[in-house]
């Protein structure tokens, strides 16, 4: 690639390794669409290797300084995830030192691109490349940015909190290590699964009890320290915004493997998939009542291993918009005590005609993770949501 150049990703995952005459840092950092990070956590760097999507690779080996992006994990609020080197000797520059970043995929090794930067003189560390999403495609851009200042400087103008975020290591201590990636022995080998990360804010189980969400908000499906590897109920309800009208919505959940291709679609036209491991409990064609009006069953642990992220979704069916429809909500049960465990009201409509309500999430370490999402789109079907909810994922 040449100074500037961009192209699509044809992986999921990719792996961007940095080699140099000298020893280099790789680091990674998050970034919104407002061009800054949205904490110190989203720096991912030999001290913190593990963000929600990004993960840090320490040289070992004949392997250099690296950082894997599962695209497919990085949080919808990540515009751009920006590569950046620096020299690990103190005071030393990159003139005469020609670093060249490789993009791999991470699952077989293959070589995507490759992008050495032009000639550089007094400058301490660089932007290499960006891995950017483009709608609902991810692409590489090469980008060659030089700065006189490392690490530090690169990362105060992300807007990184240099004293907290960039602790620094004592010369000739060991970086910390990451273990390469490597799926678990049930998934199929071509089929990627989603990493587990760390969040940037704090983890949230169900330790506690019930969790409330608001938008964007998470929660790990974890109680006593063990995933919650059982029956679920994921209900839906609304009411009608005016008395009198009857208001036909339709939930429907939509099963995607890791490179978020629709493997299935559960709705009032198929009401159950995966031998019942997901089941639609029957349609309603009014919203009245005063409880849930629909409701649809997931057997996670009957789930096939590609299934790797699940989206709830609502339609008006009858072409009404979701300004008519008030008391939107959708909440979590253990289907075997009816326990409810998660719950998420939708506080402000929007006139369109489909909400992705959540998403649930199968993490590698067996757990799984529901977000509130609460997206609106135009769609009157379930067939009409696949591509929106993939690119929520």
Known sequence: MSQGANAPLTAVRVRIEVTARQRLDVSGLLITKAGKVRSDADLVFYNAPRGPGVTHNPSGGSLPDAITVDTWAVPSDVATVVITASLDEQGA????????????????????????????????????????????????????????????????????????????????????????????????????????????????????????????GSVSLVKGGHALLSSVRMALGWQPARRGRNIDLDASCIAFDARRERLETVWFMKLNVFNGAIQHTGDNLTGGGSGDDEAIDVHLDGLPPEVVGLAFVVNSFSGQRFTDVRDAYCRLLDVTTGEELVRFDLTNAEPHTGVVMCKLVRQLSGEWVMTALGEYVDAKTARGMVKPAAALL
């Open 93 to 216: 520059t990159f003139a005469g030192i020609e670093p060249t970043a490789t993009i791999l995929d991470a699952d077989t090794g293959r070589v995507l691109a490759t992008f050495a930067p032009p000639r550089l003189g007094r400058e301490t560390a660089l932007v290499l490349v960006e891995v950017y999403r483009r709608g609902a495609e991810w692409k590489i851009r090469a980008v060659g940015q030089g700065y006189a200042n490392g690490l530090a400087g690169i990362a105060s103008d992300f807007g990184v909190s240099i004293t907290d975020a960039v602790p620094v290591t004592p010369p000739g201590a060991p970086a910390p290590a990451v273990p390469d990636y490597a799926p678990p022995a049930s998934s199929p080998a071509h089929v990627p699964p989603m990493p587990d990360y760390t969040p940037a804010a704090p983890r949230v189980t169900l330790d506690k009890g019930r969790v409330s969400l608001v938008k964007g």
